[in-house]
Every structure is written in structure tokens, then in C-alpha cells.
């Protein structure tokens, strides 16, 4: 079945400091999107990207789709304290109608 | 106004006890699924219906049954809980999820935290 992975599965950073995080499937997607969830609570949709090379800016935050539509990432630039979390991608599969969630990536701010 | 609703959002019981997770959402949307999010963080479906129909069945043991009685509402009905379930529930709805296009945006509920003694 569709595997969606991400990388890191932790990452700690100054805060000011940049931080990335990557998502990689084993299949092509038709669609990719981006979820955040804070300490103690639910994920919150972010983003869903679909065009192949597809980039999409929010303030500090930008989402890049793949050119083969197999990965994705999203680089914070500058990181606040506000920005700690878990951020997972979720991708569906060309051929198939399930979003697959990746492992997330948990994001810590040092002050 | 809640989008996704849960109850209990916490709920603590014995090996062996049988329980209930309820959901319901005010969006209109047609698809509502059920998640497991272990101690590190992984989130797992567990189920997905599409108006009531049971869409996706992920290997979840037959313990847990979803009941969906209309498409605003999916409960989750545990039996014979082990210590294993303790985790955190989530259930989520979307528009676009159904058989027929990519899975839309999901919405999620605040989530249900078990505990099993």
C-alpha cells in the first residue's frame, strides 16, 4: 500500500533559527497537504497543494510540491516559539481516494 | 460554533470494560473518519464513511465497531478494552473523500484521550 514518510521525526531549533521538513511517498500523488498540530491539540489543516513544482507561501511558511509529484516540504523561515509542533503531510494517491498521513515531524522552539 | 465535536474528551477505564466515543460535526460534509494517535504522535485511520457507508476498514481489531446513524454523526464503540487502546482518538470529517475524488481538506475534533487501567 501507499507509504508517506517524513523527515526528521524531531527537530529542535534556536529560535530565529530556519526549519524543514520533508515528506516523501512511494507512490505518485495527486494531491498533497500540510497539517499542524500544537501541543495537546488536534491537527489543523494548513495547506493542500496539487500541481507538479507547486510552491505556496503563508508569512513565514513555504510548501513545495515535487516536479514528479512524489514529495513535498515545507521550510519555516525564521522560527517563532508559536510555531512549535507536530507538522504532517498527507498525500492521496493518483490511483486512489484515501489521504495517507506521514509520521509528522515534532518541532521544538528554543527561546 | 464546534466544527468537530467529541465526548468524552477524556475517558479513563479498566481492562476488559466496554465503551463509547461519540461525533458529530456541523459542516455538512459527507465523509467522517476515525484516527489513532499513539504516545509518538503517528496518526493511524481506523475507519471512513461516506454517508453512512463504511468506506475504509483499516485493520483495526473487531473489538471496535464505528456506527454511523446519520452523515453528521460517527461513534466509536470499543469491547473488551486492553491496555494497548490507551491512546488518543480523533475523529475528522471532509468533504471530498468518498470513492469518487481525491480526499478534501479534513477537519478534526479535539480529540479523546483513553486511558486504559
Known amino acids: 500500500g501507499q507509504q508517506v514518510m517524513q523527515i526528521p521525526q524531531y527537530q529542535h531549533v534556536q529560535e530565529g533559527e530556519d526549519f524543514t521538513t520533508y515528506c516523501n511517498s512511494s507512490t505518485t500523488l495527486s494531491n498533497i497537504q500540510w497539517y499542524k498540530q500544537r501541543p495537546g491539540g488536534h491537527p489543523v489543516f494548513l495547506i493542500q497543494?496539487?500541481?507538479?513544482?507547486e510552491v505556496k507561501k503563508q508569512k513565514r511558511l513555504t510548501f513545495q510540491f515535487g516536479e514528479a509529484k512524489k514529495n513535498s516540504s515545507l521550510h519555516i523561515t525564521a522560527t517563532q516559539t508559536t510555531d512549535v509542533g507536530t507538522y504532517f503531510c498527507?498525500?492521496?494517491?493518483?490511483?486512489?481516494?484515501?489521504?495517507?498521513f506521514g509520521e509528522g515531524t515534532q518541532l521544538t522552539v528554543n527561546p | 460554533d464546534t466544527a468537530v465535536s467529541q465526548t468524552p474528551k477524556y475517558l479513563v477505564t479498566q481492562m476488559g470494560n466496554d465503551k463509547s466515543i461519540k461525533c458529530e460535526q456541523n459542516?455538512?460534509?459527507?465523509?467522517m473518519y476515525w484516527y489513532k494517535q499513539d504516545s509518538k504522535k503517528f496518526l493511524k485511520i481506523m475507519f471512513s464513511y461516506n454517508n453512512k457507508e463504511l468506506i475504509i476498514n483499516e485493520t483495526v481489531p473487531n473489538r471496535f465497531s464505528p456506527k454511523s446513524p446519520d452523515k453528521a454523526h460517527l461513534n466509536l464503540h470499543i469491547n473488551s478494552l486492553e491496555l494497548g487502546d490507551s491512546a488518543v482518538y480523533f475523529c475528522a470529517s471532509s468533504q471530498r473523500g468518498g470513492l469518487a475524488g481525491f480526499g478534501g481538506e479534513q477537519y478534526f475534533g479535539p480529540g479523546t484521550r483513553l486511558t486504559v487501567t
Open positions: 497543494l496539487v500541481k507538479s513544482g
Open positions: 498527507a498525500g492521496t494517491e493518483t490511483s486512489g481516494s484515501r489521504l495517507t
Open positions: 459542516l455538512g460534509h459527507d465523509t
